[in-house]
């Protein structure tokens, strides 16, 4: 019987060692909470899909915008529910519609202590639910979008957004939004590109929580799970048009693209852990099939690893305080 001289297990013997050894440690600053608010809400109402997240009211995003900055989240990604939608989503560069009413609470309430974001899209807009503009055919026109996205663009940037997130995949959207915020005197907001959005069954909570009744899907302008190297193609356009950032979406089905991606480029990636991946774990923990805490952590510690330097996740704010308790 001979015995092993080399044993990796000494590096795991306790927790001291292993905190010591470990590669990759989520840092709270790094972290971005999706947020929802719904235009006439008096109280915040909760998502029965997302348990523990709400559709906010105006009132109560701006509080919860400040813990959330108070805990250390490195930034909010803000999304409006409107009351009326119509085809062409006019809501969206509305400036008294509710994404944009709301940058403005958020901004006055947290000013630079957190990076405010805004998503830069149609869908929660529109009557059908697309990300786009339709034609008389019903298909989504990508350049008519264009034009929608880079007013909303503005009017966004003009209530002070720090970060624009274009997700709509539409072909050209980053320049197109870049050119448009330069021209408009808004070189310092920040594009923060959806640059490998797959057509995900993982949105489904989510389609809940901006009550969009999509007509269809998004297969047409979304991308096919099938592929990897589509994503490096459209990760280069957006950086050639001018993405300060990019981003895949979802997560975790896609660590592999994550990684290529994080090989492919040296802006900053992000990954967005979506209402899927969130509802999956909630709704084990709920019957008391997993681990709750420990596999949130295991998720964004993996999302990390594979190469996200930032992770949007509705775990955020309950995430930072783990990660403060526990290393
Ligand atoms: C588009 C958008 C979507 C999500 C974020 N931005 C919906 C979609 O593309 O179908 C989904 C996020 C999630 O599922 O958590 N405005």
Known sequence: MSYPEIRPRRLRRTPAMRRLVAE???????????MFVKEGLTDPRPITSLPGVLQHSRDSLRKAAAE????GVGGIMLF???????????GGADPDGILNVAIRDV????????????????DEFTSHGHCGLLTPDGEV????????????????????VHVVGPSGMMDGQVGVVRRALDAAGH???????????????????FREAVESALEGDRRTYQQDPANLRESLREVALDVAEGADMVMVKPALPYLDVLSAVRDAVDVPVAAYQV??????????????????EAA??????????AGAQMILTYWAVEAAQLLRERY
């Open 187 to 205: 070189q310092d907001v920040t594009v923060l590109a959806y640059a490998a959005k797959y057509a995900s069954a993982f949105f489904g909570p």
């Open 24 to 34: 990759t440690r989520v840092n709270p600053a790094e972290l971005i909470l999706p």
């Open 275 to 292: 209402s899927g991946e969130y509802a999956m774990v909630e709704a084990a923990a709920a019957n008391g099939w997993i681990d709750r």
């Open 107 to 122: 901004i006055a309430e947290v000013g630079d202590a957190t990076v405010v974001m805004s998503d830069l899209c149609l």
């Open 296 to 305: 949130i952590l295991e998720t964004l510690t993996s999302i990390r690893r």
């Open 68 to 71: 959330a900055a108070q805990a």
């Open 141 to 160: 026109d990508n350049d008519a979008t264009l034009t929608a996205y880079a007013e909303m663009a503005v009017v966004q940037a003009e209530a002070g």
């Open 80 to 90: 409006g529910i409107p009351e009326q939608r119509d085809p062409s989503g006019s």
